[in-house]
């Protein structure tokens, strides 16, 4: 079975400044995307940044921007210039190429001090 | 473009008793996702719907059941209430089976 494991339950960032979310994973498979998803307190879980696997190449998303170190099968978060807007709790997940099921780390929440 | 959306928003139950919550996916999406995400935790994977079937489901006991109309929308039924029910509840949609997924606001449902 696929885990997806977030070690670091809550971090702390200071306004303007870049902060780094970690996730790890453990599977089998090849074939997968990555996600990273923002959940703020009115609960609805938005799209982040999504990584193929067969991709080499990071994927970035104006202030967002993963790691994908695939041997090592982790996938971390890097937030630039974080905004108030960016505090909310952040979960990474997994699901196979041809799957139908997104699994979810335990998530990191993310204060921003202003 | 209409996003995803659930109803209701809040929903207390007792013990026993069923409860069904429902989903309209977002416009052009014919593939339903519901996911169980207890208080501090992430989601659990409940079942997918595809053009009306089950599609794959998770480590959860028969009580726990689906339907998706010919609009693409979609229904979570849950039989004989626990406590551990507790939860909040989210639907997401996806243009196909294996496509990037899109949530909705989420139903929190307390079981007293």
Redesign the interface.
């Known amino acids: 079975a696929q885990t997806?494991t977030q070690s670091q339950p809550e971090m702390s960032v200071q306004e303007a400044e870049t902060v780094t979310l970690s996730c790890t994973y453990d599977t089998s498979e090849s074939d997968y995307?990555l996600?990273w998803?923002k959940q703020p307190p009115?609960?609805?879980?938005?799209?982040v940044i999504?990584q193929e696997a067969y991709k080499q190449q990071n994927a970035t998303e104006n202030r967002f921007s993963v790691n994908f170190q695939k041997a090592a099968k982790s996938f971390s978060l890097k937030i630039s210039d974080s905004q108030l807007g960016d505090a909310a709790m952040y979960?990474c997940?997994w699901?196979?190429?041809?799957?139908?099921?997104?699994?979810?780390?335990?998530?990191t929440r993310l204060m921003v001090k202003p | 473009e209409t996003g995803v959306t659930q109803s209701p928003t809040h929903l207390i139950k007792t013990r026993g008793q069923q409860v069904t919550l429902r989903c309209s996916s977002q416009s052009g999406h014919n593939t339903v996702s519901w996911y169980q995400q207890a208080l501090g935790q992430g989601p659990q994977f409940i079942f997918q719907y595809y053009r009306e079937e089950e599609n794959g489901r998770g480590n959860f006991p028969p009580r726990f059941s689906g339907l998706q109309f010919p609009n693409y929308s979609s229904e979570l039924n849950v039989n004989a209430l626990e406590l551990d029910d507790s939860a909040l509840y989210l639907c997401a949609s996806s243009l196909r089976p294996n496509y990037e997924q899109y949530f909705g606001p989420g139903t929190r449902l307390t079981v007293t």
């Open positions: 997806v995307y996600f998803y009115s609960r609805q879980m938005i799209l999504r979960f997940a699901v196979h190429n041809a799957g139908n099921m997104l699994t979810f780390g335990g998530g």
